[in-house]
């Protein structure tokens, strides 16, 4: 780390002197990475830097390291450096504060709280019913706080599989009906009546846990935006549930999360209203990101009976009603005038 990015981290911190730490991870195609800087000199031991360095030549594991793809990223650093620097939530929907941010020719510097010295120190792989829902619990008290707000600075629409932002992946997948019906799922979603502010990459790596694992913080975003909440809601139970999981569970989980995000929404909203669009939008919303993966890595796990399901119930309700003998009756009537 140059002196110079040094010397923000001390000024921000009022710390006298650091030392780096573990790397707690690279970033994605080799962006950069995360890491931890220990602190001398002030009352913070430590904080959390995301050192984003755009490579000269990137490499994505599936091989999409196209024009687009580092454009896409570009952006993605540019909204989230926005989005740490303009936006903030509450302890029900916690995130690392940031206490410094700064970018230069092709690199770009995020300096956060350390969510491990707050309390969030646990990480999961796998989870029980309990932290599932602390993270649907999340999801629910972060939704409410944005529901209606305009998504300024950040992705219009918002989670890294919008199909406007995935044209190539489009292109690549092999379900031609499911192609054909991409655009009509995406503007479905679009056009909710009501929006919020989506996270945009709620899997379960993405969630810090407290030891007890009812208290949950969240990182990591690049991709929020405008949108449905149900895209967090379904990416959330895709990344930690297998299909029999999804089979059994979903729809009790999904209960909770309305249960939570009423008790959250603080504001005068037909809360029943919005209840059963957003149920009818949790099936587009699985569909949605479904199409992505068919494109994007067809060998995935989370491609399965259950998302399969999901999407036959979407192409059906797409699917044109057929004209009964009466209504043709009428048109020829029509058509005879």
Known sequence: MNQENQDLILQACG????RVGAKIQTLWSGYGEIV???????????????????????????????????RRKVTSYQVETHWYQNYSTNQNCRI???????????????????????????????VKDGEIRACLRWLAHFHALFLGAAPEGLWPVGTYWHLETRPDELEAMD??????????IDRILNECR????????????????????????AVDFQYVGGGCGMKDVV????????????????????????????????????????????????????????RFLLGWMPGSWKINRY????????????????????TRQKSKRVAKR
């Not at 002030?42 to 390291?65: I, L, T, Y």
């Not at 009906?177 to 655009?183: D, F, I, P, Y």
């Not at 957003?278 to 699985?286: G, I, L, P, T």
């Not at 998302?307 to 009466?326: A, D, F, Y």
């Open 15 to 18: 710390a006298s002197s650091l």
């Open 36 to 70: 931890r800087l220990h602190l001398d000199g002030c009352d913070r031991p430590s904080v959390v830097v995301k050192h984003v360095k755009f490579p000269e030549e990137a490499e994505h594991p599936g091989g999409w390291n196209t024009d687009r793809s580092h």
């Open 96 to 126: 690392p504060a940031c206490l410094a941010a700064c970018s230069h020719g092709d690199e770009m510097l995020i300096v956060l709280e350390d969510l491990d010295v707050a309390g969030y120190d646990q990480r999961r792989t796998s």
């Open 175 to 184: 379900d031609a009906k499911l192609k054909a019906a991409a655009g009509d």
């Open 194 to 217: 009501f929006k919020t502010v989506v996270h945009g990459d709620a899997k379960l790596a993405n969630f810090c846990f407290s030891p007890s694992g009812q208290d949950v913080a």
């Open 235 to 290: 990416y959330l139970l895709g990344s930690c549930m297998n299909e029999k999981e999804c089979e059994r569970r979903a729809q009790g989980l999904l209960d909770f999360y309305f249960t939570e995000l009423k008790l959250a929404v603080k504001q005068d909203v037909d809360f029943a209203a919005l209840e059963k669009e957003w149920r009818e939008m949790f099936v587009f919303a699985w569909t949605d990101f479904h």
């Open 307 to 326: 998302s399969k399901q999901l999407t036959k119930e979407v192409l059906h309700k797409l699917k044109p009603e057929p004209e009964n003998s009466s």
